[in-house]
């Protein structure tokens, strides 16, 4: 069993940042890579960001130079630093971890950022 515990949403203003995190707990010998995925109303989940197991990261081009992605592997853990946000941002996020090639989900958490 794996589970993934998202923290760290919220509303804020344009330009302001917050930080999102996603803490894997369970079968988690083989974290291939994490990410953040969000979904906005009538939209279609997008990737964000994410990261390998070796450090090499990945970023929608809507949100480089603003969002920074980063994991601390002895905590299991993904972070979603984002800067200068939009309301274009707003989304509800989502944390996705493939352990041994399975895609796991957390159960998101809202950003919204106000203009």
């Known amino acids: 069993q794996v589970q993934l515990v998202e923290s760290g949403g919220g509303l804020v203003q344009a330009g302001g940042s917050l930080r999102l995190s996603c803490a894997a707990s369970?079968?988690?010998?083989?974290?291939?890579?994490m990410g953040w995925y969000r979904q906005a109303p009538g939209q279609q989940r997008e990737l964000v960001a994410d990261?390998?197991?070796?450090?090499?990261?990945n970023y929608a081009d809507s949100v480089k130079g603003r969002f920074t992605i980063s994991r601390d592997n002895a905590k299991n853990t993904v972070y979603l630093q984002m800067n200068s946000l939009k309301p274009e941002d707003t989304a509800v996020y989502y944390c996705?971890?493939?352990?041994?090639?399975?895609?796991?989900w957390g159960q998101g958490t809202q950003v919204t950022v106000s203009s």
């Open positions: 369970g079968s988690t010998f083989s974290i291939n890579s």
């Open positions: 990261i390998r197991r070796g450090g090499g990261t």
């Open positions: 996705k971890a493939d352990i041994a090639w399975v895609d796991y």
